[in-house]
């Protein structure tokens, strides 16, 4: 058992095979440590998100280090079927690195029973185990940039279906029609840990296939004379969020939330909401509604400028951090910033919007939570004043955004695959600067240097957790730092991440400006003490 660092409230349990990370996830299930508040299952490893004011790492690597690790998992009674056409694009490539023929490959696949060990990547995405050790082949050298929902595929010894379309490297041997993940589905997710899964083939089964119908969702509509406010511009869609959506790994979802939790938390504090209150996080401002009640708004994060027109056409200026009366016909424009990239809007009594998953943050890696918000978008007002407390005209920024072109200093904790690199790597990743470019995004900041990452080898990193902040590095040794909407788990290695005091900071910057990765230690496995 190895215990490695992954940020300051975050650690990463090594164990020798998933036997053993199933029986210390089941265990820690059963006789929980006080601290610990999540725990993410993957190939060979237990990432552990804790509370170091409850727990030191020190001292949770003693006690899980004491855990009893060889009880077998019994399987579960609950056994799903899975239609498949044997018809994807990497079957022959699988047949030929296996030296088996398609039909036996097939044979092979349809024969085999599976278990979900545990989920990630994307919800509803299980990794299956189980199936015939033949059948274990590579990631693909190249990943494809899309794979279609539904997708069958293998990656080692794994099996999965791609539950949505998104980019991965896994060889595609066939497609099913059945819907992996629907938020409308108690649980959304088809797979669950534990679960025994087979495959069938629908063209040789002689099986019937029945799909349930899609549920259809209501679709939403506020009242005209309802408080509300009419979006009229929203150059990018705007999304709600809040402090995040916990307790979900089990089904593949990540926590998602507030980029900049300091600059949500006080725009709440402006209009006197109770914390939590979902607001909207507004990217490079732009973003213009009509008010057609009274009301009291708060802008807090990058300084955007603050217009209100009234129905007269009289302007009026206000600055960020200030509560802002609106009456009725007012319209908001909120201008671009100078610095900074995200601005948070709250209004007092709240936004009447229905929590997905027991949150309202958006996540827009996994689609999980309310619909981004566009122009023509009408948002209906709660009112609720359960809770209200005056508002605040104090409020200060807690730090001065970064602007296109500043140096951002960010302090890193180093883990839990510093010694994937070589020691060049790693002063790399720490001497040299590093360019934000344009395609980074809520699930992740991506960098370009000059030299990039240098490994020690080529292997491949069996899938494991990933915490926001971690720095993952691609083929290409160019990092990626990820954000509140990065995957649940990766299978690149992560060099190190971002102090959970940065975060915020990190949140904030914008295209063209560069990091700096600042180590706040050297990196080593944490010793087990009490």
């Known amino acids: 058992m190895r215990f490695l660092p992954v940020s300051l409230t975050t650690i990463l349990v090594e164990l020798a095979d998933l036997d053993e990370t199933l029986a210390l996830f089941a265990s820690l299930e059963a006789d929980p440590i006080d601290g610990i508040e999540e725990t993410v299952p993957a190939a060979r490893t237990l990432m552990i998100r804790f509370r170091p004011e409850k727990v030191t790492?020190?001292?949770?690597?003693?006690?899980?280090?004491?855990?009893?690790?060889?009880?077998k998992i019994a399987p579960s009674e609950h056994l799903v079927e899975?239609?498949?056409?044997?018809?994807?694009?990497?079957?022959?490539?699988?047949?030929?690195?296996?030296?088996?023929?398609?039909?036996e490959v097939i044979r092979r696949h349809t024969e085999s029973e599976f278990t979900v060990a545990f989920c990630g990547f994307a919800p509803g995405f299980g990794y299956l185990v189980g199936g015939d050790p033949a059948l274990q082949v590579p990631r693909r050298k190249s990943p494809r940039t899309r794979i279609p929902a539904g997708s069958v595929a293998l990656a080692g010894a794994f099996s999965g279906v791609y539950p949505q379309a998104s980019p991965g490297g896994w060889q595609i041997i066939g497609t099913t029609p059945v819907k992996m993940w629907d938020i409308d589905r108690d649980p959304g997710a088809l797979f669950q840990p534990g679960y025994r899964v087979r495959f069938f083939d629908m063209d040789t089964s002689g099986r019937t296939v029945s799909l349930p119908e899609p549920a259809i969702r209501p679709e939403r509509t506020v009242a005209a004379e309802a408080?509300?406010?009419?979006?009229?511009?929203?150059?990018?869609?705007?999304?709600?969020q809040d402090l995040g959506r916990f307790g979900q790994t089990g089904q593949g979802v990540s926590a998602s939330g507030a980029l900049d939790r300091g600059a949500f938390n006080a725009a709440n504090r402006i209009v006197g909401n109770p914390a939590n209150t979902p607001g909207l996080e507004l990217t490079l401002g732009g973003f213009s509604f009509e008010s057609n009640s009274r009301a009291v708004i708060g802008l807090a994060g990058a300084p955007c400028p603050v217009t209100v027109r009234d129905a007269a056409g009289r302007d009026q200026h206000f600055p960020?951090?200030?509560?802002?009366?609106?009456?009725?016909?007012?319209?908001?424009?909120?201008?671009?910033?100078?610095?900074?990239?995200?601005?948070?809007?709250?209004?007092?009594?709240?936004?009447?919007?229905?929590?997905?998953?027991?949150?309202?943050?958006?996540?827009?890696l996994a689609i999980v939570g309310p619909e981004p918000v566009a122009a023509g978008a009408v948002l209906a007002l709660k009112g609720d004043d359960k809770g209200l407390a005056s508002v605040s005209a104090n409020e200060i920024a807690a730090f001065d955004p970064p602007s296109a072109g500043d140096v951002v200093t960010l302090d890193v904790v180093l883990g839990p695959r510093t010694d994937w690199f070589t020691q060049k790597g790693i002063e790399t990743l720490t001497s040299q600067l590093w360019q934000v470019t344009p395609q980074s995004s809520?699930?992740?900041i991506r960098l370009a240097g000059e030299v990039p990452l240098e490994r020690r080898d080529s292997a491949e990193l069996p899938s494991e957790g990933t915490a926001t902040g971690a720095i993952q590095v691609p083929h290409s040794g160019q990092p990626v730092l990820f954000l509140a909407d990065h995957p649940l788990t990766g299978g690149y290695p992560v060099i190190g991440a971002v102090a959970e005091y940065h975060l915020d900071l990190a949140g904030q910057i914008p295209i063209n400006a560069k990091i700096r990765f600042r180590p706040i230690g050297s990196f080593a496995d944490i010793a087990a003490t009490r």
Request: proline fraction near 9%; charge should be neutral; glycine fraction near 10%.
């Open 82 to 103: 899975i239609p498949v056409r044997y018809d994807g694009e990497d079957l022959a490539d699988v047949a030929d690195l296996t030296g088996l023929s398609v039909a």
């Open 442 to 444: 809520r699930v992740g």
């Open 320 to 364: 960020a951090y200030r509560p802002v009366a609106l009456e009725p016909g007012d319209v908001v424009t909120i201008g671009q910033p100078k610095k900074g990239m995200r601005a948070y809007l709250a209004v007092r009594g709240g936004f009447d919007i229905a929590p997905v998953l027991g949150s309202a943050a958006t996540d827009t």
């Open 57 to 71: 790492p020190a001292a949770l690597a003693a006690r899980i280090a004491t855990r009893d690790l060889s009880a």
């Open 227 to 240: 408080p509300q406010f009419k979006v009229l511009a929203a150059p990018m869609p705007a999304v709600f």
